[in-house]
């Protein structure tokens, strides 16, 4: 555990001024904070995730490292930004990719209330780190705010708000930007089960694949794919703009769907350079409607502790589920 330079972010903390422990559960890392009452990052703490060694492991994990952030049991409260699509009333993750394994079914807010003692709020990791953009988007509209926000990296995922609330949906599923069609992705097989998705085109593996159709020549990470296209190279080109029209044209037809006030486009593969994101741009600008013309994706407002930052916050806004509660 280590302590940090402040940095902070919107409304973050218990009603009683006691800090809360944010944190973010990814496929390959487990980060945790501690937050205090003006939202300053006071402690963290990172570690791997167990994620071949099941459920109960990983919620093993995440309990050991809220400790390590709060080993004074100064906090109350816990907020977990959690992979797969969790449904934050019910605190069950309903549906997940493999990449943890039999995480899909796991009852998250009561496993890890009972784990912790915290009193414990989950949501999509890409829900929670979405949260802050939505809080000052909020602040800016009187907490009418509508956001479109993606993350592209190994995965394609995204939150939805409209008129100041995050939407959550039927089993905790709205936001999944990478399971809607793309002409690009026709027929290629998505990790969801089902073919031609976004994400099998736009996000970093999509990229790297696709480059490899186009060359039959295997590449193992999107950025060898990246500097060769700053080589000059065609196919490396062709692969990182397909990718990342494919990624505008479905976030432009969003928002003519739904008039967001503002787009967030965040994760890896956008700091890939400049290649990348002008495709975006492009391709995005080209399928809006008269009314949002000047509407363009913005970089998020935070770093590398979003996430943990939206798990905090996630504590005011969702319900928590307490330590032995019925089930």
Known sequence: MTTTAPQTANARTAPDGRPVVGLDLGGTKIAAALL?????????????????????AVLDALAAAAAEVDPGRAAALLGIAAAGVVDPRTGMVTSATDSLRGWAG??????????????VAC????????GPEL????????????????????????????????????????????????????????????????????????????????????????ETVALRAAQGEPAAVSAITTGAAAAGQVLGGLANAFGPDRVVVG?????????????????????????????????????????????????????????????
Request: glycine share 16%; aromatic share 4%; proline share 7%.
């Open 135 to 222: 809080a000052a988007l909020n602040a800016e509209r009187q907490d009418h705010g509508s956001l479109l926000f993606a993350a592209i990296g190994t995965g394609v995922g995204g939150a939805i708000a409209a008129d100041g609330r995050m939407l959550h949906g039927a089993s905790g599923i709205a936001g999944h930007l990478g399971h809607l069609p793309s002409p690009e992705a026709a027929g290629l097989p998505c990790t969801c089960g089902s073919t031609g998705h976004l994400e099998v085109i736009a996000s970093g593996p999509g990229i790297a694949a696709h480059y490899e159709r186009l060359t039959g020549a295997p590449v193992g990470r999107l």
């Open 123 to 130: 949501d999509n990791d890409v829900r929670a780190t979405a």
């Open 106 to 119: 796991t009852a998250l807010g009561a496993g890890l209330a009972d784990r912790t003692g915290y009193a």
């Open 267 to 327: 994760g890896g593969v956008p700091r890939i350079g400049p290649l990348y994101e002008d495709a975006l741009r492009a391709a995005f600008v080209s399928e809006l409607m008269e009314p949002l013309r000047g509407l363009v994706p913005r970089a998020p407002l935070l770093g590398h502790d979003a996430a943990v930052l939206g798990a905090a916050a996630l504590t005011t806004t969702l319900p928590l589920h307490h330590p032995g509660a019925h089930r």
């Open 36 to 56: 205090g009452a003006d939202g300053t990052v006071l402690a963290r703490y990172s570690r791997p995730t167990p994620a071949r060694a099941g459920a109960a």
